[in-house]
Nanobody, 121 residues
Framework: VQLQASGGGSVQAGGSLSVSCAVS????????MSWYRQAPGKQRELIADITRTRIDKYEDSVKGRFTISRDDTKKTMSLQMNSLKPEDTAVYYC????????????????WGQGTLVTVSS
């Protein structure tokens, strides 16, 4: 099982970007899916997550500007980012908690490789 993040890039403040994450490999079930980010010199932080039942939560600094979504048929997740600010500049990582096989006793968390988002003022 692998996660592949894509869609980062550069944008001016006030603009929009969307980042996506695709799960490859055979899985039994995908539980919560999450987006983290790590800005230069800072720790990685959780900014949004979404459960299997589509309950989403956001970190306060992105609430109202970012929207997380998932498509379990395609095994993908996206983060739509609007009204971007220079402080949103970071490497964005996706993560997913996955039951790989129904015989597994626990689910596992997998990480994507990260995609860079740069917002200029």
């Amino acid at each position: 099982v692998q996660l592949q993040a894509s869609g980062g890039g550069s944008v001016q403040a006030g603009g929009s970007l969307s980042v996506s994450c695709a799960v490859s490999g055979s899985v039994f079930s995908i539980n919560a899916m999450s987006w983290y980010r790590q800005a230069p010199g800072k720790q990685r932080e959780l900014i949004a997550d979404i459960t299997r039942t589509r309950i989403d939560k956001y970190e306060d600094s992105v609430k109202g500007r970012f929207t997380i979504s998932r498509d379990d048929t395609k095994k993908t997740m996206s983060l739509q980012m609007n009204s971007l600010k220079p402080e949103d500049t970071a490497v964005y990582y996706c993560a997913a908690n996955i039951w790989v096989d129904p015989s597994d006793s626990i689910s596992k968390t997998f990480w994507g490789q990260g995609t860079l988002v740069t917002v200029s003022s």
